[in-house]
Structures are given as C-alpha cells and as structure tokens.
C-alpha cells in the first residue's frame, strides 16, 4: 500500500472519530445556559487562537481571494450548517430525526458530484450510499416527532449548507493551508453565533466547569479534528468518498456515548452500523488513487 493511500485511510478514519465528537459536544452543552452560548465562545477563542496563522499565510502568498473564499466555506459549512440543525433540535425535531436528514448529505452530494465536479458516481457506489443510509436510519430509530413542519426545513437547510460548502470547495480545489482556512472560518461564524446568543439574552460565559468542558470540547475535537480532517480529506479525495464517510458518524456516536455516559448498545444500533460499514465500502473508491492524495 502505497504511503499517501495509507494517510487518507488513516485520515479519513481519524475524521469520522473527530466528526462524530461534535454530538457529544452537544450533550455535553446540555448541562450549560445554552449551545448557542457555548458555540459562539467556541468559534471565539477558536479565532483567537488561530488568527495569527492568517497573517503568517498573508506573507507567506496567500491572496486576498482564496481568504474570500475560504469565508464562504466558512459561513455555509459551519455557521448556517450548525446553527440551522441545532435550532432545529432545540424546536423540537428529534435528534434522530435530524441526524437521518442530515445522513441524506452523502446522497445529494453523489447525485450533485457529476454536474457540478464532473465526478463519475459508479451503480455500486450509489447501491452503497443507500445501503449506507438504510443503515443509519436503523441505528437512528424512527421517532417522527411533533415539531412544526418548517423546522424539518431547518434540518434541510443545513444539510444543504454543507453539500454547497463541500462542492464549492472541491470545484475551487483552493490551496490555503489548514490552519488558516480554519482561522477564517470560526472568524466567519463567531459573528453569527453571536447574534444568536445575545436572541437568548445572554453572551457571558458561566463560571462553571460543565461550560468550560464543552468549550474546549468543540474546540478541540469538533473544530480542529472534526472541520479540520473534513477539508483536508476533501483535498485528497472526491467528494463522493469524503460525504460518505458521514454514514459512519451517527453509529460512531453511539460508541462514545456508551464509553462515556454509558447509553446502552442496541441490536438496531449494532446491526445499523454493521450496515453503514457495508454501504461506506461499496461507496468509496477500492482505495483512493495516488493522483487523488496530494499532499496537504
């Protein structure tokens, strides 16, 4: 196995832990005033602490136009992905149920990839993205909820925030170093998670340990691992392949909140993620073409 395939299999499997400790920063918020308040401290000591890496990119050649458009990436695929399905859960949508909205992302980005990115999305990938869906919706279970109908359009909205915000990225196939991309879009974010929480009545942190554990939870797992293995698995792979990997994120959940709050293990859980496995394969490439892992 040549050496970039095994960094992007290892990448990739890094990214689904990463991706899926963002539903755990979100329980973990539960015991705080708000997730609102939560993630606007997150994306603001995120932009803290990476905004000098923007500058070192400046003078290191990054333009003007790659910042503009790693801020578009930014605002669609972080602030309006987020803070539309979270609203969403907050209004009642059961988290299941936006999980398996948000689970059609793998989907709508294969039909997309081909138009869009000039993708070829093989009948064995497809069969997989299905397969791959079935499995989450299995895992997931099939409470319908009470919520209003619009607040499913949330769910959408911000399923479709991240599909736009991965396909513009991939067709940019933009070069701007990591850390800084993400330094542009928590600086991005911060703003919006911001007017969201002083709607709440309230943008000052607590002085509680609980408060401070999901802050630096996001920061660390969901931000720098999660966003971060995202975009760099995008620019070594398709987009098909990287949007497939979110089958593996719901089931992957349920491991961490049984390691960590001890949620019980469902047959349908098991068997869902047994599944996902099963759809993932058959939905990504046999193993990503060196020509397809650049160095990032």
């Not at 149920?97 to 709508?108: E, F, H, V, W």
């Not at 959940?253 to 001890?262: D, I, Q, R, S, Y």
Request: with cysteine; proline share 6%; glycine share 12%.
């Amino acid at each position: 196995m040549k050496r970039a395939v095994l960094v992007t299999l290892l990448l990739e499997a890094a990214m689904v832990v990463a991706w899926s400790s963002g539903f755990i920063g979100g329980k973990l918020s539960a015991d705080t005033p708000g997730v609102f308040l939560v993630l606007f401290w997150r994306f603001l000591i995120a932009s803290l602490l990476l905004a000098p890496f923007v500058r070192q990119a400046t003078r290191s050649g990054v333009t003007a136009l790659q910042l503009r458009r790693q801020a578009v990436i930014g605002f669609f695929g972080m602030f309006v992905y987020l803070a539309a399905g979270l609203k969403a859960i907050e209004l009642g949508v059961p988290a299941g149920l936006a999980a398996l909205i948000g689970a059609l992302q793998p989907l709508t980005t294969a039909a997309l990839a081909g138009p869009v990115l000039g993708e070829s999305v093989r009948g064995r990938q497809w069969f997989g993205l299905l397969l791959g869906f079935a499995g989450v919706a299995l895992a997931v279970g099939g409470d319908p909820g009470n919520a209003p109908a619009w607040t499913y359009g949330l769910c959408l909205l911000g399923m479709a925030s991240l599909v736009g915000a991965t396909l513009y990225a991939k067709a940019r196939q933009d070069t701007t170093p990591m850390l800084p991309a993400l330094a542009v879009h928590c600086i991005v974010a911060t703003p919006g998670f911001l007017i969201l929480t002083l709607l709440e009545g309230n943008f000052w942190p607590p002085l509680e340990p609980a408060f401070g554990l999901a802050v630096v939870w996001f920061i660390l797992f969901s931000t720098l691992g999660g966003y971060g293995l995202y975009w760099l698995c995008l620019r070594r792979t398709t987009a098909t392949r990287v949007a497939s990997l979110i089958y593996l994120t719901p089931p992957v959940t349920m491991v961490w909140a049984w390691a960590m709050f001890g949620e019980a293990l469902t047959l349908a859980g098991i068997a869902g993620f047994a599944l996902c496995l099963l759809g993932v394969g058959l939905a990504a490439q046999r193993r990503p073409a060196a020509a397809d892992c650049p160095q990032g």
